[in-house]
C-alpha cells in the first residue's frame, strides 16, 4: 500500500459539522479531497484478498457506487492505522449494502460526507457458504461484511 503523510484521529470524526471542517482535517492529513485530475488514485493497490482485513482496524475516506455487469459494486478507498492507503471493490450483499445503506441514511439525515469517512473498528468478518447454483451445482461462497 502507499504510504499516507499523517495517521488519522478516529476521535475526531463525529465532530465535524461542515464540508469545510472535513476538507480541512482532510488535508491535514495528506488527502486531498479535491483532486479533479485523480492523480494518484490509480497507483494504490487494489485488494485481493479481504480476509487480511479480518479484525484489522481501517478508515473508509471516502467510497463511491459504480455499475457493475451483475449491478451495483462500490469502490472505497480505505486507510489502515499506519497510515497505509488502497482500494477495496465490493459488490455483495455484505459490504456494499452496508455502504449504501449507511450512505442513504446520511443523505437523508443531510450529513456532510455521506460518502466518505467511516471508521471500522473490527475490520471485516467473512460469511462462507454453499451457494447452489441454477444448474443445481454447487459452489463454495463468500460475503464480507464490515465490522463496526
Known amino acids: 500500500m502507499a504510504k499516507a503523510l499523517a495517521v488519522f484521529d478516529e476521535n475526531i470524526l463525529e ?3 461542515t464540508i469545510e471542517e472535513v476538507i480541512e482535517y482532510a488535508n491535514s492529513i495528506g ?8 492523480d494518484g488514485i490509480f497507483s494504490l493497490d487494489i485488494i485481493d484478498d479481504k480476509d487480511t482485513l479480518a479484525g484489522t482496524p ?8 459504480n455499475k457493475g455487469t451483475w449491478g451495483e459494486f ?6 489502515d ?14 459490504i456494499c449494502k452496508q455502504l449504501r445503506d449507511l ?7 443531510g450529513h456532510p460526507t455521506p460518502n466518505a469517512l ?13 451457494h447452489e447454483m441454477p444448474d ?9 461484511y464490515l465490522q463496526y
Open 74 to 79: 462500490v469502490s472505497c478507498e480505505i486507510m
Open 15 to 17: 465532530t465535524f459539522k
Open 103 to 109: 450512505t442513504d441514511y446520511r443523505m437523508e439525515n
Open 81 to 94: 492505522n499506519s497510515g497505509n492507503h488502497a482500494i477495496m471493490n465490493d459488490g455483495s450483499a455484505g
Open 118 to 130: 467511516r471508521y471500522i473498528k473490527s475490520g471485516v468478518k467473512a460469511s462462507r457458504y454453499t
Open 31 to 38: 488527502v486531498n479531497t479535491q483532486d479533479n485530475d485523480a
Open 58 to 65: 481501517f478508515m473508509l475516506l471516502n467510497w463511491r457506487f
Open 136 to 144: 443445481g451445482t454447487e459452489i463454495q461462497a463468500v460475503t464480507y
